[in-house]
């Protein structure tokens, strides 16, 4: 039921799903050994909460201009610059010990992202009709959490497999020729329609009403989520001793299923509408944020852990989908920057609190991420339980 709606796309949608793919592997190696790697070089949870936010304020910062900034120079060449700019953000990284310059790093990737994730997304949506929008997100996002898994599970058994003196830089080192790949892909992207795309963007009192609505329920998520998620792997290692391979396995499978369930996802849209699958998946995952801190070994904190992320993240292709059904093609780019801008400035605050309390109790930042998120859920569902499509 529905399946064949996967069948059809374009030659560019194709790519940009490939894309997808390699961004999600590459970044998954990265952003998981990154804290042991500062780890490994003397740093904390307070330094990687300044490491954190700073990317976010940097990423929030340019997502107030992003979408008007990709509009006007061209969603692939947008997502060009964006794809560089994390090449020379992670050389950075891994040539480097001073903090100093992991910082000037993280200002970068902040940009990076900033024009990134709006761009793609525009690039996508333009490549399909309204009807099969929801399947086209819904296979990037697949097909990158399947990359994403990989990455998991590579970065969870490289540093034992790479002789080196600092294995997780050397991990890092072999990640960076996946960036160059990205590259490759993209400089086959024709994408002619974007030319289509009005240069000039009147955002009207209706449309940053809506762009508001959006943003209220990703704000609370993002602040929950910067309290702990980006903590995760410490986490484990510090409460439980639990190894590196041992994480990084947990992480992959919990992606891998994600990204195969993520299919079933338009699915679950028509048969019982947006609003209601986003809000029952995110429902439930907000309670099991909440018992994981009484978890008394690490098995069953990771089944917790693997459900809770799992059931908050296979609904993201609907969150993106839905919102994008309600704005015009030259909308697009700018209101995902927009909505993304509100998440992100939550999410670096949280990076913060988040470092900040971890160093004093192992327990309080999930009572905080589970009560944010319960909220995301009222305003998202007060705001737009009226406009089901299924």
């Known amino acids: 039921m529905g399946l064949e709606k996967y069948k059809g796309f374009s030659r560019d949608a194709k790519l940009l799903v490939i894309f997808s793919f390699t ?62 700019l994390v090449f ?88 960076l020729i996946g ?30 009403i809506k762009i508001l609505k959006f943003s209220v329920p990703s704000a609370l998520i993002g602040l929950g989520a910067g309290v702990t998620i980006p903590y995760m792997q410490l986490y484990f290692n510090v409460r439980f001793g639990t190894s590196l391979a041992s994480i990084g396995s947990l992480f992959a499978i919990q992606q891998l299923v994600m990204g195969v369930g993520m299919f079933s996802m338009p699915i679950f849209a028509e048969r019982y509408g947006s609003v209601k699958t986003i809000v029952g998946f995110n429902g439930t995952a907000t309670g099991l944020i909440i018992t994981l801190p009484f978890s008394p070994s690490f098995s069953i904190a990771a089944l917790i852990y693997t459900i809770r992320t799992i059931l ?51 327990s309080m930042p999930f009572f905080i991420t589970g009560t944010l998120y319960a909220l995301s859920m009222l305003s998202f569902w007060f705001f737009f339980r009226k406009y089901e499509r299924g």
């Open 312 to 362: 908050m993240n296979i609904v993201n292709p609907l969150w993106d989908s839905f919102m994008l059904g309600f704005f015009k093609s030259e909308e697009r780019a700018t209101a995902i920057a927009l909505r993304s801008f509100a998440w992100t400035v939550t999410f670096g605050v949280g990076n913060y609190i988040g470092g900040q309390i971890f160093e004093y109790s192992l």
């Open 179 to 208: 960036i160059s790949a990205q590259i490759f892909i993209l400089s086959l992207v024709r994408v002619v329609k974007e030319e289509k795309i009005s240069k000039r963007l009147k955002l009207e009192r209706g449309t940053l």
């Open 88 to 175: 020379l953000s992670r050389a950075i990284q891994v040539s480097t010990i001073e903090f100093e310059l992991f910082m000037i790093a993280s200002a970068i990737l902040g940009f990076s992202s900033a024009l990134g994730w709006p761009s793609l997304s525009a690039l996508l949506s333009e490549e399909v009709s309204d009807e099969k929008r929801d399947y086209i997100f819904s296979l990037s996002f697949a097909v990158g959490t399947i990359g994403g898994a990989l990455g998991m599970f590579f970065a969870g058994i490289l540093p034992d497999l790479v002789d080196s003196a600092n294995p997780y830089r050397k991990t890092m080192l072999i990640a």
């Open 23 to 84: 961004s999600w592997l590459v970044n998954s190696i990265i952003s998981f050994i990154f804290p042991f790697y500062l780890r490994s070089l003397g740093y904390g949870f307070s330094d990687l909460g300044k490491l954190f936010s700073t990317e976010t304020f940097f990423n929030a910062l340019l997502l107030l201009i992003s979408g008007r900034v990709s509009d006007r120079i061209g969603h692939k060449k947008a997502l060009l610059l964006s794809t560089f």
